[in-house]
């Protein structure tokens, strides 16, 4: 009444399995937890802009757009929503 070796070597493949799939699994949702951070960044960036450009009439629409462009491309994206408003604002 021995333990059989077919069932031990079916429980470590599975658990090895439950591993790699959980290790598969966590990578794109670091991805995902960091682009929401950093969107929410570029929001309050922009939010931040829109406060200071109040005092020259200068607005930046916060949308989803926007803010993921703030938060994907960072400082750069900002930057260049920041030219786009002066190039299409003539």
Known sequence: MGIDIKVVLAYIVG??????????????MKMLMKLIY???L????????????SLF?????????????????GIPGIVMLVILKFVFSV
């Open 42 to 53: 570029g929001g309050i960036a922009l939010i931040a802009i829109n406060l200071a450009g």
């Open 15 to 28: 658990i090895l399995l439950f591993f790699i799939t959980g290790r598969l699994l966590l990578v794109p």
């Open 38 to 40: 950093n969107t929410i």
């Open 57 to 73: 009439q200068f607005h930046i629409a916060f949308n989803i757009v926007t803010a993921l462009t703030a938060g994907v491309l």
